[in-house]
């Protein structure tokens, strides 16, 4: 099976630091994405990367950027950390078409304090 | 572009009754269909897609899905529930030739009352 890991399952940070978010999968996929969750908003497209140093917005990028240096791993960064950053953070990975859907990693709950 | 509908946000039922979790999407092509199921404090699963073929899709867990290509619809549907079928779920579509992207629902929480 696929296995998508997000690094962290848990983090705290203060605001105004820097965040990294991880993102590994082991499925050779070209597509990844990394989404948020917050009560009553469903899944929000973050950043998604269909290629090696490839990125393009989603519908929410502001107060993000990302990183695709390798095929497996996506980062997403939080350049300052501030309060309504707190969520859940998915990561996401498919293959080349639709059709196969996504594979999720577990997700990483941030709070910032 | 597409959309998709979870007509209800939160659906409460009591156990080993039956459910219907209610998805409507919007494309002007033809399209592939998603169900996702999403436990507490995880990641999202999938539960079952619908690519071609025959219209009833199932999943492992007793679930299963109908598309209905005149209703545009694709409603999630299980004869009786356990407590363990409690979580969200996420309805997705995309369209069927080179799309990348799935297009999600808001998702509708399910709760099976003891």
């Known amino acids: 099976d696929v296995k998508v890991t997000q690094s962290s399952r848990y983090l705290v940070k203060r605001t105004g630091e820097k965040v990294f978010l991880e993102c590994v999968q082991d499925?050779?996929?070209?597509?990844m994405f990394w989404y948020r969750q917050d009560p009553g908003l469903g899944l929000r497209l973050i950043y998604f990367s269909y290629d090696v140093k490839m990125k393009e917005k989603g519908d929410i990028p502001e107060g993000y950027s990302v990183s695709r240096e390798k095929k497996e791993r996506f980062s997403l960064i939080l350049e300052s950390a501030s309060t309504n950053q707190t969520s859940m953070y998915l990561c996401?990975?498919?293959?080349?078409?639709?059709?196969?859907?996504?594979?999720f990693g577990s997700g990483t709950r941030l709070t910032v304090v | 572009a597409q959309s998709v509908t979870q007509l209800d946000s939160q659906v409460p039922v009591f156990e080993e009754a039956p459910v219907e979790l209610r998805c409507n999407y919007s494309s002007s092509v033809s399209v592939y269909l998603f169900w996702y199921v999403q436990y507490p404090n995880q990641g999202l699963q999938l539960l079952l897609k619908?690519?071609?073929?025959?219209?009833l899709v199932e999943s492992i867990n007793g679930f299963e899905a109908e598309f209905n290509k005149s209703q545009t619809s694709f409603h999630l549907r299980k004869p009786s529930v356990h407590i363990s079928d409690t979580a969200e779920y996420f309805c997705?579509?995309?369209?069927?030739?080179?799309?990348?992207?799935?297009?999600f629902g808001s998702g509708t929480q399910l709760t099976v009352l003891p």
């Open positions: 499925m050779d996929h070209e597509n």
């Open positions: 997705a579509v995309t369209s069927s030739g080179s799309a990348r992207q799935l297009t």
């Open positions: 996401a990975s498919s293959l080349l078409a639709g059709r196969h859907g996504y594979t």
């Open positions: 619908y690519l071609s073929g025959s219209t």
